[in-house]
Antibody
Framework: EVQLLESGGGLVQPGGSLRLSCAGSGFAFDFSAMSWVRQAPGKGLEWVSAISADSRGREYADSVRGRFTISRDNAQNTLYLQMNSLRVEDTGFYYC??????????WGQGTLVTVSS | EIVMTQTPLSLTVTLGQSASISCRSSQNFVHSDGSIYLSWLHQRPGQPPRLLLHKISDRFSGVPDRFSGSGAGTDFTLTISRVEAEDVGVYYCMQGTHFPHTFGGGTKVEIK
């Protein structure tokens, strides 16, 4: 069974940092491209970042480029999102998702990031 | 950035009837491999999204055949036949051909 488990969310002040993790199991993590997608409270889905299976390819939404860094450790089956210079508008649930061609076939339960003073 | 526009914003459907949701993109998004990476997702309240269809009309594993997709170019449609109570929630279209991947704003489906 494919499982994705996010962790690392929490309350942080504007300008602060957080590191999200996503532990994958039940599939060939080291052969799977992965993504982060976020959802502000009561709002729709927003793609944040993606990384190829071998980490050579990394993409970011304009809204986070230069502040967020996606990475992965295939030996640990874990995906990361380092978030710096956090803003109030970064508040929301952050989901990791496994890429399936041009789709996202499995999603974690999400971790809540709250940026507030 | 490719903008995905969904209509309607919300939909109330009678159990057993059909529902259709439209998704229009601001431009074509054919991948260099020839595929159109248009997918549909369903999100129930308090749950993460789950994949229903990919490449316009291919049902993901375990998805009932009540869900079907169609379309080409910049216009796509999700059709739910014989709506059941478990179909409530928000439906999103997404293009995964070009970065940034982009989602429609969502269509909320309620049961009458």
């Amino acid at each position: 069974e494919v499982q994705l488990l996010e962790s690392g969310g929490g309350l942080v002040q504007p300008g602060g940092s957080l590191r999200l993790s996503c532990a994958g199991s039940g599939f060939a993590f080291d052969f799977s491209a992965m993504s982060w997608v976020r959802q502000a409270p009561g709002k729709g889905l927003e793609w944040v970042s993606a990384i190829s299976a071998d980490s050579r390819g990394r993409e970011y939404a304009d809204s986070v480029r230069g502040r967020f860094t996606i990475s992965r450790d295939n030996a640990q089956n874990t995906l990361y999102l380092q978030m710096n210079s956090l803003r109030v508008e970064d508040t929301g649930f952050y989901y990791c998702a496994k890429r399936y061609g041009g789709a996202k076939d499995y999603w974690g339960q999400g971790t809540l990031v709250t940026v507030s003073s | 950035e490719i903008v995905m526009t969904q209509t309607p914003l919300s939909l109330t459907v009678t159990l057993g009837q059909s529902a259709s949701i439209s998704c229009r993109s601001s431009q074509n998004f054919v991948h260099s491999d020839g595929s159109i990476y248009l997918s549909w997702l369903h999100q129930r309240p308090g749950q993460p999204p789950r994949l229903l269809l990919h490449k316009i009309s291919d049902r993901f594993s375990g998805v009932p055949d009540r869900f079907s997709g169609s379309g080409a170019g910049t216009d796509f449609t999700l059709t739910i036949s014989r709506v059941e109570a478990e179909d409530v929630g928000v439906y999103y279209c997404m293009q995964g051909t070009h970065f940034p991947h982009t989602f429609g704003g969502g269509t909320k489906v309620e049961i009458k």
